[in-house]
């Protein structure tokens, strides 16, 4: 069972690394980028949260035992 929560957080983490680089990519962030220096709310949002979610699915399907 832990193996299969790991492997759904793993593909989590990459949907949504994958709406970040788009988000990061779209004109709307890119000419926000452009004045304030920063990206969108969206993008780091879901940069984070695909970047948590990867880890933890990552860290379930290398833990032992149990």
């Known amino acids: 069972m832990q193996r299969i929560i790991g492997i ?6 990459a949907i949504l690394l ?6 990061y990519n779209s004109t709307a962030s890119q000419i926000t ?3 304030t220096g920063n990206p969108t ?3 780091v949002l879901y940069l984070v ?6 880890v933890i699915g990552l860290g379930l399907l290398l833990r032992k035992g149990r």
């Open 33 to 35: 980028e452009a004045i």
């Open 8 to 13: 759904a957080a793993l593909i989590a983490g």
């Open 41 to 43: 709310d969206n993008t």
């Open 18 to 23: 994958y709406f970040a680089y788009t988000e």
């Open 49 to 54: 949260s695909g970047a948590v979610a990867a």
